[in-house]
């Protein structure tokens, strides 16, 4: 059932799924399945592979509270063939969780301990005949003993019967659910007193919009300032409503359910003020409670997306290589710390120099860093983007000026996380004779030769690529960035003898432990001269070896096809294509003209199908080919160094330091990135800043607008737009801000809801944003 479910969703066959549901319980990564057994799941992709994972847990879990609910209820012998149906047949949690409601061991309620009083033959009977005097019939049902001594506790007893009973229909609350999903509002207004404290919220000072539509940067800013006590917070059922003494529109429904009207009847008023009681008092605090629970569940799933997506895109950046590299973590009173590392990532000298002031020992410090750069060959400097970094920058800049000797090239990097990396127990190990102070140095060195292996070191809440990302789930959102490593490693590829225990502990089939054990056998043993070696490391077994093997490289080892993707457990197809061209191993990698010639169906066997032998051709033709992109920089422009710098018109060049579904952030180099509304992007319409845009992308920019006391800045990729402060003609980008978004209707005794919250000068993000950037 779970699988056949699955199986319609990905638009797939229940048979692709079953094979990767047996391959997942066994063991098997996402990564392992989607590379190397694509026969068994019939070219699943590591995307629908992630998706069926999640499904696959989602369904599990589903399905295990399902047996749980059928057992309570069944031990409470009220679990009837209808109900056991329904229960069966319930597609979500929310479904399943309506239909346990009336039978979910809970404290007493006033409801129980009325039916406990014998109130509910009362109860149903005015329900059944409103035509009954309610005082009257009420007075059948004293109970002196139970504390009923008076028609009017009885009533009330009654009337809380009534109550507990609709709102624990299941069938009613889906009614009442789709209505509000459908047209319900979340409403937000500052808190009393909190107008001057609670500033960076202003946008939702007075703000309401459709709950089905709130995107997830205002959803998380709303709870964040509830949750900070500076704004209120509610949802409003009845958008628009002309009479605010008027009942809602969920009345009605409740009414409508149970065939009800109001037909001046004796118990007419009683039932009424139970169906207005039922949802003021009970439905609507629930429905409240549910529906922010899932906006916020859909923001905070919407945000771990986006820093998913930032970090896929940071972690597959551009490798500069095997350079020499001196980085530079920038600072002014405390200095600028250098370190220099070879081609491999070895630190291989470390020095502190003070240019800048109180100190000012410019010409001093500039002579430093050349020595250093001639000294080891130095071919790039790589200049951390925080505190100082332009004065830095300068410094360096007129240092290769005055050094013609000097063929380094200087690059601007994020720092983002190098003070993490600095105080952590991994650098302690890795770099246990140098202070931490100067550890940064050496990470923003190493993470231009190779983001992804210096990165994974580094947790990463800590690289600064996220969308409000204290404010949800952390262990979603530690899962799903820990997937996202996974992957950018495994499709990468690591080499086995220069990896940190950091980066092999995210290969397929290895952890934490394997990977410490490999590193402490590279130390103890030399360097691994061929795959097989690997299963002489302590606990690291043949299920081990088998999900790992094929993402684990050698250079220049024994066997050539250890440097490859080819899995060892396909080296007998190479050999059968050595055998069948008379060929070395050697002289058939790399040998294009002969790889084309070979038809892949040749060498299928009952072993290995069709995708795996074309997989194996084209590695053979290009191996351990690297998929991220050519390094490419950035040119920060001379002279703009601070926000005061900017002015609206200016043209720059910049690196995209962060995506949102709002729009892009980039950093020019003024120590504040500015942000490229979404429709500021391109002249036609998008959905996402990711068609267009990635972390890590050089771009460039026009100023349109600068707000230096809030340290804001608006940029628009529309280069023909016309800044409006300029006094010309706007262009498409200011023409077309709303362009996109979602719309809220102005409502009765209410101002329109506020559209700056997705603006690129007024969102609360872009507060919380900047405000991280500076930390």
């Known amino acids: 059932m779970i699988t056949n479910k699955i199986a319609d969703e990905l638009s797939v066959s229940t048979k692709q799924v079953d094979a990767a549901v047996a391959l997942l319980d066994g063991g098997a990564t996402v990564p392992f399945i989607a590379r190397y057994r694509k026969e068994a799941t019939e070219g699943l992709d590591d995307t629908q592979l992630r998706t069926l994972e999640q499904r696959l847990t989602y369904l599990r879990e589903l399905e295990e509270r399902r047996q749980v609910i059928l057992k309570s209820i069944d031990e409470q012998e009220k679990l009837t063939p209808a109900l056991k149906q329904d229960i069966l047949s319930a597609d979500s949690k929310t479904t399943l969780e309506d239909l346990y409601l009336p039978y979910k061991p809970r404290r007493r309620t006033k409801g129980q301990i009325a039916i406990e009083a014998g109130l509910a033959p009362l109860a149903q009977s005015l329900f059944d005949d409103p035509t ?30 009534l109550i507990e009973q609709f709102a624990e229909d299941a069938t009613l609350l889906a009614t009442i659910r789709q209505y509000l999903n459908n047209n ?8 009393p007193g909190k107008e001057k404290e609670a500033s960076k919220y202003k946008d939702y000072f007075d703000h309401a919009e459709k709950l089905k539509n709130a995107p997830s940067h205002r959803a998380l800013a709303m709870f964040r300032g509830r949750n900070e006590g500076m704004l209120h917070i509610q949802m409003d059922a009845d958008p628009g409503k002309e009479d605010p003494t008027a009942g809602s529109h969920c009345e009605y429904l409740i009414a409508q359910h149970y065939n009800w009207q109001h037909k001046q009847r004796a118990a007419d008023d009683f039932l009424a003020q139970v169906m207005q009681w039922a949802w003021k008092i009970k439905i609507a605090l629930h429905m409240e409670t549910e529906f922010f629970a899932g906006l916020r569940e859909r923001a905070e799933e919407e945000a771990i997306d986006v820093f998913a997506k930032n970090l896929n895109d940071l972690l597959m950046a551009a490798p500069a290589g095997a350079k020499t590299t001196m980085g530079l973590d920038p600072g002014l009173r405390t200095g600028v710390k250098v370190a220099v590392v070879d081609a491999t990532g070895k630190v291989v000298a470390t020095n502190t120099i003070f240019p800048h002031a109180p100190q000012n020992q410019w010409d001093k410090s500039s002579r430093t860093l050349a020595t250093l750069c001639k000294q080891h060959k130095v071919e790039l400097i790589s200049i951390g983007n925080g505190t100082g970094s332009r004065e830095t920058d300068r ?26 990396y600095s105080a952590s127990e991994l650098a302690a190990k890795e770099l246990p004779d140098l202070d931490v102070s100067l550890r940064g140095a050496v990470s923003i060195a190493r993470r231009i030769q190779d983001p992804l292996a210096e990165l994974v070191k580094i947790e990463p809440k800590a690289i600064g690529v996220g969308q409000y990302q204290h404010d949800v789930n952390q262990s979603l959102l530690g899962k799903s960035l820990d997937r ?31 990977a410490h054990n490999i590193v402490s056998f590279r130390d103890s043993n030399g360097a691994f001269d061929n795959r097989k070696a690997l299963l002489n490391v302590e606990r690291l077994g043949p299920k081990a070896f088998e999900q790992a093997a094929g993402f684990l490289r050698i250079v220049n080892g024994s066997n050539p096809l250890d440097a490859s993707a080819v899995h060892p457990e396909a080296y007998p197809v190479v050999d059968a294509i050595v055998d069948t061209t008379a060929v070395a191993v050697n002289d058939i990698i790399g040998n294009t003209e002969l790889l084309k010639s070979l038809s892949p169906e040749t060498f299928v066997s009952d072993s290995f199908g069709l995708p795996t032998v074309e997989d194996i051709l084209k590695e053979l033709d290009k191996p351990g080919r690297d998929p991220r992109p050519e390094f490419k920089t950035a040119a920060f422009k001379e002279g703009i160094e601070t926000l005061n710098d900017l002015k609206p018109g200016m043209i720059l060049e910049g690196v995209v330091s962060n995506v949102a579904n709002f729009g892009a952030f980039v950093d020019v180099g003024v120590h504040q990135d500015g942000l490229v509304h979404i429709s500021a992007m391109t002249d036609k319409f998008i959905s996402d800043p990711r068609d267009v845009v990635k972390a890590g992308d050089i771009v460039k920019v026009k100023v349109m607008e600068v707000d230096v006391p809030r340290k804001r800045i608006s940029f628009t990729m529309r280069l023909d737009d016309t800044p409006a402060a300029s006094g010309g003609k706007k262009g498409p980008a200011e023409r077309n801000r709303t362009k996109g978004k979602a719309q809220s209707a102005p409502r009765k005794g209410q101002q329109k809801p506020s559209q700056s919250g997705n ?11 900047a405000k991280a950037k500076q930390k």
């Open 132 to 161: 009954q005097d309610p005082d009257s019939l009420a007075s059948d049902y004293l109970n002196a003993d139970a504390g009923i001594d008076d028609t009017k506790k009885a009533l009330e007893g009654a009337r809380y019967i």
């Open 184 to 191: 319900a509002y979340i409403v937000s207004k500052v808190a």
């Open 395 to 420: 410094l360096v800049a007129e240092m290769l000026k005055n050094n013609d000797d000097v063929n380094a090239q200087k690059i601007m990097v994020s720092e983002a996380g190098a003070s993490v």
């Open 484 to 514: 996202v490593i996974e992957d950018c490693v495994n499709a990468v590829g690591v080499d086995l003898n220069t990896a940190s225990p950091a980066l092999l502990s995210y290969v397929s089939g290895l952890n934490k432990t394997l």
């Open 759 to 769: 603006s690129a000068m007024g969102n609360a993000f872009a507060d919380a944003f």
